[in-house]
């Protein structure tokens, strides 16, 4: 199945192939469950995004993709209550077989425990969303902004394997800052207001917040080890292209990464308060948008679904798993922030993890990586999906 999926010509820069991957996945659902298709429109994202559509468009290719298809199932057990929701968090990644690797291990475990009669107390959700290089909104996004199989606990197939368990993410926003000058001749400097030298006292105070942030390490295992603390970095600046004229507007591209612990509000309006004392020290107006946000998550061994998991694994490949947290993002933050659930992930094969851009060569996965991650994903299923529902959340169900 792996090597099926892997043959479909597919690039996901550009979404070639997305069809074609898409049919495979709800053909292969169908022949154990009920598949079904769901076309996001395309306007959905012009909705959501608003009056900041044109200002996210710069960092994000919002129009690529469309229109958008997310492939369903359910497992049904014995309740028709979701007890564990499985995506692959957040994007197929087409062509790239470790990424389509997470999928088709999903997909078997479910496809196993179907099969063989065992009985569910609680049903299964499966979702392959595509977001590739959009944020997530448009497939994990889409999923909880309507509550399409909504549960406690969700298990996506990212970033992890065959010892590491995603825990959860940095959190993240992007800010673009603008100061408001008078643009004059170069040859007349004292006529004008340059716009730039406003943003260079907002450099200097980015940095130093930089600073005071680089102090703040958290206790929690954040990889890799030298990204712990959170960060600020000015990304982007751009300002008048003509060589001879003081610019009236001078932009900066801010990425923000928080730790779990800290919040998107405090963040942001610490980073507001800076532009404001700016503003009044260079009597420039300085304005600031954020265009793109998103909250930390992390969810600690202790939790339920967490630590059934690091049972199975442990069980399986004979060693104590690693739980991480990631200095990027994936699209854990959706089910956490919006439903309040314990988001985890999981996925057969090693990896780079310190690289965050995916490539489909990059990423190869054995027959007996596949293999154990199907096993440790099915008992995780039966184990979790067949536990009390006020059982302790530290005690996995043993079996």
């Known amino acids: 199945m792996l090597a099926e999926m892997s043959a479909i010509p597919a690039d996901g820069t550009t979404g070639e192939g997305y069809p ?13 469950t009920r598949a079904e298709k769901i076309d996001v429109p395309t306007s959905y994202l012009e909705a959501l995004w608003g009056k900041d559509l044109a200002l996210a468009r710069e960092y994000l ?6 229109p958008r298809t997310i492939v369903t199932a359910t497992a049904a057990g014995a309740s028709n209550e979701i007890a564990l929701h499985l995506t692959n968090n957040y994007d197929l990644y087409w062509g790239a077989r470790k990424e389509r690797a997470a999928t088709v291990a999903q997909i078997l475990a479910l496809k196993a425990l179907m099969l063989s009669g065992v009985r569910l107390n609680r049903s299964v959700f499966l979702s392959a969303t595509p977001d590739a290089y959009i944020g997530g909104e448009s497939g994990a996004g889409y999923l909880v902004a309507h509550d399409i199989g ?7 197939g990212s970033l992890g394997g065959p010892d590491i368990i995603t825990a959860g993410y940095k959190g993240h926003f ?43 390490v958290s206790p929690l295992p954040i990889v890799p080890e030298h990204a712990n603390a959170p960060t600020i970095a000015m990304c982007r600046i751009e300002a008048n292209l003509e060589a001879t004229f003081i610019p009236d507007r001078c932009s900066l591209g801010i990425d923000r990464r928080l730790n779990p612990g800290e919040t998107l509000s405090r963040a942001m309006r610490d980073l507001e308060d800076l532009v404001s004392e700016a503003a009044r020290e260079t009597g ?8 793109h946000k998103v909250e930390p998550t992390y969810t600690p061994p202790e939790d339920a679904l967490h630590a059934t998991l690091r049972q199975n694994v442990r069980n ?18 959706y089910f ?25 060569s990059e990423r190869t996965v054995t027959d007996d990586e596949l293999a154990a991650t199907v096993q440790i994903l099915a008992l995780t299923i039966h184990d979790y999906v067949n536990r009390s529902s006020t059982a302790n959340a530290s005690s996995p169900q043993e079996e």
């Not at 290719?61 to 469309?66: D, E, G, K, T």
């Not at 909504?150 to 996506?156: D, I, M, P, Q």
Request: charged residues 15%.
């Open 284 to 291: 420039c107006s300085i304005n600031i948008h954020f265009p």
């Open 61 to 66: 290719p919002v129009s690529q993709f469309a």
């Open 174 to 216: 992007w800010a673009k800052i603008t100061t408001h000058g008078k643009s004059t001749h170069g040859s007349r400097p004292m006529e004008g207001k340059n716009a730039i030298d406003a943003m260079m006292v907002v450099q200097e105070k980015i940095k130093r917040l930089a600073a005071e942030l680089a102090t703040n």
């Open 150 to 156: 909504r549960a406690k606990a969700v298990l996506a």
């Open 316 to 333: 399986t490949i004979g060693r104590e798993p690693r739980s991480l947290i990631w200095s990027h993002y994936l699209g854990l933050h």
């Open 336 to 360: 956490s922030d919006a439903w309040g659930s314990a988001a985890i992930a999981y996925a057969p094969g090693t990896v780079d993890h310190g690289n965050v851009h995916v490539t489909g």
């Open 20 to 32: 074609e991957t898409v049919g495979y996945i709800a053909t292969a659902l169908s022949e154990f």
